[in-house]
Structure formats: structure tokens, C-alpha cells
């Protein structure tokens, strides 16, 4: 069993992130919780800890169903750039119509995002008509896109 991180880990963290945010590292994007728990091998609370910390002292945004944002950054929300990807793959023919979308789970390891956040870009897809769900099967590109 691997020994606990000492008290204050999450500061460390938040610090070394607060870094990368000023050295202009993250213009494309913040990284998961997931990511930042890989890279610094703590736990999904010391993340959080930590990303709540930028957040406190307004390094960062936190936007329900969004996601979190480099504070002041333009950009576009995560869910709208997977939207957009998809979108820009069914036109140039790379997904076809009648052809299966790669699972949510797969959509979360190519973007670095959150399950909510690929749900989101699906569903959104899915009420504008180019994606169609079914039930125990998975998401196929719709006939009419």
C-alpha cells in the first residue's frame, strides 16, 4: 500500500497548476480531474481540492454541465469542441452515415474530459438530429446528416 500524501499536497498541486495557467500552458483547455490525479498520483479529493483552491482564488471558472475554464480565457465550452469535431468528422465522410460513434467512454479518453461532458455533446448532437441513440446498441450517425 502506497504511503499518504503529507497534509497540504492539494497547495502543492494548486500551485504548480496556478504556473502552467500564468505560463499560458492551458490556452486549449484545463486538464481532467482524471489527468491531474494520473500526473501528480493522488486522489480524486486532492484533486478536487486543489482545482477548488484555483477556483477560490479565481485562477480558474467552474461552469455547471461545462466544466472548468482558465479564468478570462475566450474559448469555446468542452462539450461544443466535441460537438464540433464530431460534426467536422460526419462531413468530411470520416463517420458516415449509419456508422457507430466510438463509445462515451472512448470520447472521454480522446478529449480528457468527463463522462457529463461527452453526455452532453451526445445529447446535443442527438436534439439537432445527426446522431441517433439506440437503447442497449450505442449512437450511430443519422441517415439525413
Do not use: C, W
Not at 10 to 27: H, K, N
Not at 53 to 76: C, K, M, Y
Not at 113 to 134: F, I, P
Amino acid at each position: 500500500m502506497p504511503s499518504p500524501s503529507p497534509r497540504g499536497t492539494y497547495q502543492v498541486i494548486s500551485q504548480a497548476l496556478r504556473e502552467r495557467i500564468a505560463a499560458g500552458t492551458y490556452s486549449d483547455g484545463l486538464p481532467s480531474e482524471a489527468e491531474i490525479r494520473r500526473e501528480f498520483g493522488v486522489a480524486r479529493t486532492t484533486a478536487r481540492r486543489a482545482l477548488h483552491a484555483l477556483e477560490e482564488s479565481g485562477d480558474i471558472n467552474t461552469v455547471a454541465g461545462v466544466g472548468r475554464s482558465v479564468a478570462g480565457s475566450p474559448g469555446t465550452a468542452p462539450y461544443e469542441q466535441i460537438m464540433a469535431d464530431l460534426m467536422e468528422q460526419i462531413r468530411k465522410g470520416d463517420l458516415p452515415a449509419g456508422t457507430r460513434l466510438p463509445s462515451e467512454a472512448a470520447l472521454v479518453d480522446k478529449y480528457g474530459v468527463s463522462r457529463g461532458t461527452v453526455r452532453r455533446a451526445l445529447r446535443e448532437l442527438e436534439t439537432a438530429g445527426h446522431v441517433e441513440a439506440r437503447h442497449g446498441v450505442g449512437r450511430f450517425v443519422s441517415p439525413s446528416t
